[in-house]
């Protein structure tokens, strides 16, 4: 066992290991007792290698206390479990060869890169070391200071403790509550080995109001009394005022504190509302914050806005994104900055895991890839990001079972998601069907219903005539034809001709009569060519019975030019038109066209809501 | 929308199919439908 001090639970002495002796080092300040499910003896597993709970130190900093479980391996080696804020972290001391840069150099959002990996510090606080308790593996006796930097790199977590010269490093990673597989855990309402009964939620009465409150979790920091206005500080079985009656106006969350709603499988109990805001261009933005707690997945946030809510959860792997950058990537989504400003509390109720204050502020930007949002909360000793997830108000009031109606949606919210894109997808696939069906009905009339040239003749149109007739040799229709094409392929030249076409059939007489003006001009203006009018022409003869055919033209040729002009006839029976091919095309393109515009209508109203004027990406695939 | 797209788009193929089998073009230029007897069968003079 690496442990090399105990101390004793009955007499809080501390005693040095040393072989098989036991030396007392003198008596260490009692614990603060507080509502961690965990304790001397829990049991757990990480990463597949079980471990036993042997020691915690406590440790208080300027917003409160948090813990630090020392464990023990199935293989003697041994870890640190943290757990504050709602968040548990096991880590494990490591050498670093890379000189570690002194505490007062530190920076929120700073990049310190160690042996080739790069954190970010997301948390500094300087602490003090008030307890210990089991096995440990250094002395604690009245305690100590200690400057301590959290810093996150992609799914890791790293600890600088600069009690010691030259800091000692931790790294670890962030993990839940139900993946450690907690045994052994402290029971509600079950007094704890030598410390005070324990309940699930702790009453006690406020010292300005003498309101009745609650603390629901070990990691409530601080409560602000819903009668008062007042602000407590939560330290240990005491509290203590910090803000005497602070807010004159009362607020009444929608959603009253205490509320119990199931949300992604979860049980959330209410147990902090606040108000935020932030201000641009002299206009105040507030919105509504509740604290949700569970006792093994601690806490999550609910955010109301004009009626728009989200489900929120603290990022434990921040993306590594500088301030201002425009978009980043994450997991395959991109992500673009939707907002950016300084985010006031303007008014509390209930309880919060840190020692909450009206006024304190923070400078937030807002990332947004509907239905999600990451955004980064930012203090001069804090980085934190958390990632929240559009919810709709009628899930929400089923969530907690509210029959009232939720606050009226206003406008569109950063991350609500477009409930056009879907069915801009589901109108372009559809036309993607269609328009694949008419080719294939267009492809089958162009070759398997084919289209037969049945008479292709040139004829001479000559100018000494001004009036003539001509007659085309005989061609044979076997069956009825659906349309019978006739084209004057003409080399008419500045000139026009006029053409009486008849289709007559030989044996009954029946005849059908076309006329056409063709007309073709062209030159150089200016040095510029010109065209006007086509020295072709078609026309189409319907329904035509079978038979034996000729046809009978007659002609008015102009006199613009006095050329001879060349005619190709041609006869075509049941040709393809392409016209109404592309006809089809155009119509059924009306629908996309049409979705698209109002799903781009949608982002253009989330979009002008933004203070940075992003947008979508045109090249969205359709 | 979407089911009024694929009511439409379906009827508009029909339309598609037919006016192919039929020949219909809007854009063609159809001779006249009325028929006439020419003169004697298998006569090579025509009359306006």
Redesign the interface.
């Known amino acids: 066992m690496t442990s090399i001090y105990v101390v004793c639970e009955f007499c809080r002495s501390t005693l040095l290991r040393s072989g098989e002796d036991l030396q007392n080092l003198g008596r260490m300040a009692e614990l603060l007792e507080d509502r961690s499910l965990i304790q001397i003896g829990s049991k757990g597993c990480y990463r597949n290698r079980h471990f036993l709970v042997i020691g915690r130190i406590q440790l208080r900093y300027e917003a409160g206390i948090w813990n630090e479980w020392h464990i023990l391996f199935d293989d003697a080696r041994t870890a640190w479990l943290a757990e504050a804020g709602g968040e548990l972290v096991v880590s494990a001391q490591v050498a670093v060869s890379d000189p570690l840069p002194a505490f007062e150099t530190l920076q929120p959002e700073m990049s310190v890169s160690l042996d080739g990996r790069v954190f970010t510090v997301t948390n500094l606080a300087t602490a003090r070391c008030i307890s210990g308790q089991g096995e440990l593996p250094f002395r604690v006796a009245a305690g100590y200071d200690v400057n301590t930097a959290d810093l996150r790199g992609n799914d890791r977590f790293l600890t600088l403790d600069y009690s010691e010269t030259p800091p000692l490093v931790f790294v670890g990673q962030a993990v839940a509550f139900s993946d450690l597989k907690l045994e052994k855990l402290k029971e509600l309402g079950v007094p704890a080995a030598g410390g005070a009964p324990q309940v699930g939620a702790r009453a006690f009465n406020c010292p300005h109001c003498a309101a009745p409150l609650k603390i629901h979790s070990a990691a409530i920091e601080s409560v602000a009394c819903d009668g008062c206005g007042s602000i407590i500080g939560v330290e240990n079985e005491n509290v203590k005022l910090l803000a005497r009656a602070a807010q004159a106006l009362r607020e009444v969350p929608w959603l009253p504190l205490g509320s119990h709603g199931t949300l992604h499988g979860i049980d959330w109990e209410v147990i902090g509302f606040m108000r935020r805001s932030t201000t641009s261009e002299g206009t105040q933005y507030p919105w509504s914050e509740y604290l949700l707690f569970n006792v093994q997945q601690g806490f999550a946030w609910l955010i109301e806005y004009q009626g728009h809510w989200n489900f929120a959860r603290t990022l434990s792997s921040p993306p590594p994104v500088s301030r201002g950058q425009a978009k980043f990537k994450r997991d395959g989504q991109e992500f673009k900055l939707f907002n950016t400003g300084k985010a006031e509390v303007t008014y509390v109720v209930g309880e919060f895991y840190w020692r909450v204050v009206v006024g304190e502020t923070c400078a937030v930007d807002d990332y947004v890839c509907p239905p999600l949002m990451l955004s980064r909360e930012v203090t001069d000793k804090e980085a934190g990001w958390s990632q929240a997830e559009y919810l709709e108000p009628a899930e929400l009031c089923a969530a907690f079972r509210i029959q009232a109606p939720p606050p009226k949606r206003i406008g569109v919210y950063a991350n609500q998601p477009n409930p056009l894109a879907e069915?801009h997808r589901?109108?372009c696939r559809?036309?993607w069907q269609?328009a694949l069906?008419?080719t294939v009905?267009?492809l089958a009339?162009a070759f398997l219903f084919a289209s037969q040239l049945v008479l292709r003749q040139r004829l001479v149109l000559s100018p000494l005539n001004d009036e003539a007739?001509l007659?085309s040799q005989e061609f044979v229709l076997n069956s009825r034809a659906?349309?019978l094409?006739?084209r004057h392929g003409t080399s008419l030249v500045n000139n026009w001709v006029s053409l009486?076409?008849?289709?007559?059939e030989?044996?009954?007489?029946?005849?059908?009569?076309?006329v056409?003006e063709v007309s073709h001009y062209k030159g150089i203006d200016e040095g510029e060519s010109w065209s006007e009018g086509s020295p072709s022409?078609?026309?189409?003869?319907?329904?035509v019975p079978p038979g034996n055919y000729y046809l009978?033209i007659?002609y008015e040729l102009g006199t613009d030019n006095a050329e001879a002009v060349v005619d190709t006839l041609e006869v075509v029976r049941?040709?393809?038109?392409w016209?109404?091919?592309l006809?089809?095309l155009i119509?059924?393109a009306v629908?996309p066209l049409v979705?698209r515009w109002r799903r781009n209508a949608f982002e253009a109203r989330r979009w002008s809501e933004s203070d940075l004027g992003g947008g979508q990406d045109d090249g969205e695939a359709d | 929308m979407i089911k009024a797209n694929w009511i439409a788009g379906l009827l508009a193929l029909a339309v598609f199919v037919n006016a192919q089998y039929q020949g219909w073009s809007l854009f063609e230029h159809a001779a006249s439908a009325q028929a006439s007897r020419v003169a004697g069968s298998g006569g090579r003079i025509f009359h306006k």
């Open positions: 069915r589901r109108v559809l036309f269609l069906a008419a009905v267009q009339f007739t007659t659906r349309a094409l006739v009486s076409t008849t289709l007559v030989k044996t009954t007489g029946e005849s059908y009569l076309g056409q022409e078609e026309m189409v003869f319907k329904a009978v007659e049941n040709p393809t038109g016209s109404n091919f006809l089809l119509f059924l629908f979705s």
